[in-house]
Structure formats: structure tokens, C-alpha cells
């Protein structure tokens, strides 16, 4: 066997660091572009913010905000919390006042009050507030703690009181509570079920609602009715079992809708207030708006980061040239990343325009009037490959007189309709909900009449299409939608 010399052409993609960037910063949220950029400003002296960029957070609107049809509404000063304090929870007790670090107004005489986040109390810091205030003896103070271990974040209990007087015997050596009684446990919940709110320390849903109505006056014509539905019949109710409920009670329709209201009046959730939520802000990417009978797609001014190459440090570059090897590669990366931040928003802008000009009718009438959309389409509309479309669209949002959407909300599935055409799964949904908000409470729609109504609009959907449909939007069966 010879050995030879052979000549051999090929093609293949290489993916440059530069490409890779773009690549990455594509997908990035605004959010998270931004600190990305904070992290190359702090690597890269070449690499500066121009005059006038707004050093706090860019124009954000809270997550499932819908603005008025006056366009776009900048939030408050309270609102726009800096990102970089977005998570942290201060109160007074936690500022050293002599501490010399603490940020001081010029002169030294007023303390320089920025916006802050107050931190919000936890059920277990409330209920031991109350237990505070009550003359309890130390031992059944340490009873009362025994249980508040024990409830979870819906202030239910979480373990019936002989597990937690088994777990107590098992542990009498490592505890101060030594021979323990069920009677203690008992008296000691029934001092956690006095306390606000009321409802805490429930060990079902039937108990939780019995604390609150048995907290209501006892004049109350409906209360007792109530109480019985509560403690035995739950279920039926939930079930919307009017007959079944009326036979077992003894009781006509007033009587039982009046029951039914008043247990609609309890919270079957009585920690809600206390579990931390916190609002989540976006910054939308794209504003559209109507001019002339036109809606248009432009850039969020405020979203777009303002680079530039350090004119100082570039010029001290060109002049020595022997010793800047370093330098120079960073202000070749310095000059792609603002290549590649222009290139993601005017990748952004231009898939904005092609939805905008597709689902106009949607910015005009509504999610009823949403038309079907696939990434292929805007893929082939503005030259990209659908993965692009597909970054594109992922965490960028679009603020519209109707609200703050993700790009990728105006794609989706489509039905047939009898005509021959297509009807989007969005706009679908968008026709069940009206038909059953518009609906008999005293007969409401089942997902076959649901079916039957959108065949005669001409849209084919089948009945278990509908309920799956339903259900993504959380609405109830039909069943359980009746009211007396």
C-alpha cells in the first residue's frame, strides 16, 4: 500500500466567537442583557456607556399590567426599583446610623432615604405577636410553638395532633416538653384557631371555613345551614349537588343560595396575605402603536443599552501601538458587542413588524380576532432560520394599547373552519370564554353545546378539544358552574 497525496474540498460552519455572541445575546431578556453588560463594562476599559444613559433600571411595566389605550405609562419612582435591590428586604433596625459607610446627604445632616423595600412579616412572626400579648405560662407557650412548626404556608396544620404528640414522646429527652398530653395539644390549638387570621391552624378545608362562620354573629339566619353544609357536605356543594343538598338539609333554594353565599365570603386560605410574592417587572423591547390608521412596531428607546469605545483609552491605543496586544483585542471585542447589541434589536424590531402586520386585526378587535401564526411564516418573511424567530420571540415583549405580551403569544395552532380557512386556537379560546361568561348560570354550557355553538360560527372543534381548551384557562366544567 502506497502512500498518496490527496486534495479534498468541504464545506462546514464555524461558529466565531463573534457569532457565538450574537448568538448568545439573542436570546438573552433585556434583563439579563443588561446585567451581561455590566459584567463586560466592568471587564473592559475600551467599553463605556455614552452621556446621558440612565444609570437605574430602563422603562418597565409589571408582568400582566395592561395599560390604558394612552400608549406607555412609566411606572413610579416607587416602582422602578433598581434591579440591583429588587431582592433585598431592609427596615430600619437592620441601618447602623454610625456607621460612617452608610450614605449620608453632602453636609452630613439628613439621612439619604432611597427607595426601599419594606420587608412583610411571616405568619409564624404574627401568630407569635398575638402569643405575645396573651398570659400564657411558659410551658404552654412552648405547646403553642410545638404547633406552629407544624403548619405549612396555607397556615394548615400539617400533621393531626397524635403525630406530633408521638414525635413530642419520641423526643421527651432532647425537649422541654416532658410528659405531654393530647389534652394540652388540644387546648393549645384551640388558642392557635383564636388567633388572627382566623382559620389558621385548620386541619382541613371543612374546619377552616367552621372557624370562620362560627366567628360570624350569631344571628346570622344562614349560619347554621352553612355550618352543616360545611362540616358534612362540602363535597356536594363543590360538586354544584343543588337537589341532593336540598333533600339532605331540608331546606328550599333561597335558604340554601344564601348558605352557599355566605360560605363563598370565607377565605379557604387564610395565610395568603403572608406568602411573599413579589411583582415581577419586564422591560418590553417593542412599543406598537396606531398612527394614521396604522399600527407600527418601534423600538423601546429605553431598552436599547447606549455603547461606545472609550474615546480616551482608544486613542492612547492608536498612539502606542508597540505594547498593545491586550488592548487591542479588547477593543476588537469592545466594537463586536456593539455590533451585536444594534444587531439584537434590529433582529428584534424587524419580527416585530412582520407579527404586527399579521395580527393587526388582533391590535384592533381583540383575541378573538387572532389569526393563526407559526414561526415558519415569520421565518420565511423576514429571511431567518425559525430557531432566530424562535430567540427572538423567547422573553422579548411587545407593549400594546391591550397590554404587555411575549413575542411568542401571537403564535399558535389553527382549527379548520367549514369555509375552508383557519381559525387560531387563541381566538378559539377567546369565543369560549365569552359564550360562557354570557351563559344561564342556571343551565350553563356544556363542552358539547360549546361545540355545537362554534360549528354553527363555521369553526369545527371537537367537544374534548373544547374541554381541553376549558380547562387551559381554568374554567370549570359545566357541573360545577351551576348556581341556584
Known amino acids: 500500500m502506497k502512500n498518496g497525496l490527496q486534495l479534498k474540498l468541504s464545506q462546514h460552519l464555524a461558529l466565531t466567537p463573534q457569532l457565538q455572541q450574537s448568538i448568545r445575546l439573542l436570546q438573552l431578556s433585556t434583563l439579563e442583557l443588561n446585567q451581561e453588560l455590566e459584567h463586560f463594562l466592568m471587564e473592559n476599559p475600551l467599553l463605556e456607556r455614552t452621556e446621558g444613559w440612565n444609570e437605574d433600571t430602563p422603562t418597565a411595566v409589571e408582568a400582566g399590567s395592561q395599560p390604558p389605550n ?114 394540652e395539644l388540644q387546648i393549645a390549638l384551640k388558642m392557635l384557631q383564636s388567633l388572627e387570621p382566623i382559620g389558621v391552624a385548620a386541619r382541613s378545608l371543612s374546619e377552616c371555613l367552621c372557624i370562620q362562620l362560627n366567628a360570624l354573629p350569631e344571628q346570622q339566619q344562614t349560619r347554621k345551614l352553612a355550618l352543616d353544609i360545611a362540616r358534612s357536605h362540602l363535597q356536594l356543594l363543590a360538586n354544584h349537588d343543588f337537589p341532593r343538598l336540598k333533600k339532605l338539609l331540608g331546606c328550599r333554594d333561597e335558604a340554601l343560595k344564601a348558605a352557599q353565599l355566605l360560605i363563598g365570603q370565607c377565605n379557604p386560605h387564610p395565610a395568603a396575605d403572608f406568602i411573599a410574592s413579589e411583582a415581577r417587572y419586564v422591560i418590553p423591547d417593542v412599543i406598537v402603536r396606531k398612527n394614521r390608521n396604522q399600527w407600527t412596531a418601534s423600538l423601546n428607546p429605553d431598552a436599547i443599552p447606549k455603547l461606545r469605545v472609550h474615546r ?86 411587545m407593549l400594546t394599547p391591550r397590554g404587555i405580551f411575549e413575542l411568542k403569544y401571537f403564535f399558535s395552532s389553527h382549527v379548520g373552519t367549514d369555509s375552508g380557512g383557519a381559525a387560531s386556537s387563541t381566538a378559539i379560546r377567546a369565543l369560549i370564554k365569552q359564550l360562557i361568561s354570557a351563559e344561564d348560570c342556571r343551565k350553563p354550557l356544556s363542552d358539547s353545546r360549546l361545540s355545537d355553538i362554534l360549528a354553527q360560527q363555521g369553526i369545527v372543534v371537537a367537544r374534548r378539544t373544547v374541554a381541553k381548551y376549558r380547562e387551559a384557562m381554568q374554567i370549570h366544567p359545566a357541573s360545577q358552574r351551576k348556581s341556584l
Open 70 to 183: 394612552t400608549g406607555l405609562t412609566s411606572p413610579s419612582n416607587q416602582d422602578s426599583v433598581d434591579q440591583r435591590t429588587e431582592n433585598e428586604h431592609w427596615t430600619t433596625s437592620d441601618i447602623d446610623f454610625s456607621d460612617p459607610s452608610v450614605n449620608w446627604k453632602e453636609g452630613g445632616e439628613d439621612y439619604d432615604y432611597s427607595p426601599q423595600i419594606a420587608a412583610t412579616p411571616s405568619l409564624i412572626d404574627h401568630l407569635v405577636s398575638q402569643l405575645r400579648l396573651s398570659n400564657l405560662s411558659e410551658r404552654d407557650y412552648a405547646i403553642c410553638a410545638l404547633l406552629l412548626s407544624h403548619l405549612d404556608e396555607e397556615g394548615y396544620l400539617s400533621a393531626s395532633l397524635e403525630e406530633i404528640l408521638d414525635q413530642e414522646i419520641n423526643a421527651a429527652d432532647e425537649t422541654e416538653l416532658q410528659e405531654l398530653e393530647i389534652e
Open 312 to 397: 480616551v483609552y482608544a486613542d492612547m491605543l492608536n498612539k502606542d501601538r508597540g505594547h498593545s496586544g491586550h488592548l487591542s483585542a479588547q477593543l476588537q471585542e469592545a466594537r463586536w458587542l456593539i455590533k451585536n447589541v444594534q444587531q439584537r434589536f434590529d433582529t428584534i424590531l424587524r419580527v416585530s413588524e412582520a407579527i404586527v402586520e399579521r395580527q393587526r386585526h388582533f391590535f384592533e378587535h381583540g383575541e378573538v380576532a387572532m389569526r393563526p401564526l407559526v414561526l415558519r411564516e415569520i421565518a420565511d418573511t423576514v429571511g431567518m432560520h425559525e430557531s432566530t424567530v424562535s430567540r427572538v420571540t423567547t422573553q422579548k415583549y
